[in-house]
C-alpha cells in the first residue's frame, strides 16, 4: 500500500510559478512511477506529468504536450516526494492536481495508476 499526500497548491497570477509536492509513504517508493494528473471542472482527469521508478539516480521524464519548457517533475527517493515544479502558469492550468503512482513502467491514462492522493486546488488568475 502507498498513501500520497499533496500540497503546494494555491492562487496565482498568469505568469506566476507554483511547486506542488506529493509525500509517499512506504518502503519501496523509488520503484514506482509518479505521475501528476489534474482535473478541470467539468472535465476529465488529464496526464500531466511522470518520473518512472528508479534503482539508481536515473530515471524517465515524460510531459503532456501542453505543459512541456514550462513544468518540470522531480523524485527525491531519500524523502519520498515527488515534486512538480510549475513555471509561466496559465489561467487554463487551473485545475485540481491529483498525485499517483503505479508498480510498472510509465503510463498516461489513470486507469494505470494505482494509488492517488486527494488533489490539491491550483488556480491561475488571469
Known amino acids: 500500500q502507498v498513501q500520497l499526500v499533496e500540497s503546494g497548491g494555491g492562487l496565482v497570477q498568469a505568469g506566476g510559478s507554483l511547486r506542488l509536492s506529493c509525500a509517499a509513504s512506504?518502503?519501496?517508493?523509488?520503484?514506482?512511477?509518479m505521475g501528476w494528473f489534474r482535473q478541470a471542472p467539468g472535465k476529465e482527469r488529464e496526464f500531466v506529468a511522470t518520473?518512472?521508478?528508479?534503482?539508481?539516480?536515473?530515471?524517465?521524464?515524460y510531459y503532456t504536450d501542453s505543459v512541456k519548457g514550462r513544468f518540470t517533475i522531480s523524485r527525491d527517493n531519500v524523502k519520498n516526494t515527488v515534486y512538480l515544479q510549475m513555471n509561466s502558469l496559465k489561467p487554463e492550468d487551473t485545475a485540481v492536481y491529483y498525485c499517483?503512482?503505479?508498480?510498472?513502467?510509465?503510463?498516461?491514462?489513470?486507469?494505470?495508476?494505482?494509488?492517488w492522493g486527494q488533489g490539491t486546488q491550483v488556480t491561475v488568475s488571469s
Open positions: 512506504g518502503r519501496t517508493f523509488s520503484r514506482y512511477t
Open positions: 499517483s503512482a503505479r508498480n510498472g513502467g510509465a503510463a498516461y491514462t489513470p486507469k494505470d495508476y494505482d494509488y
Open positions: 518520473a518512472t521508478g528508479s534503482t539508481g539516480s536515473a530515471y524517465y521524464k
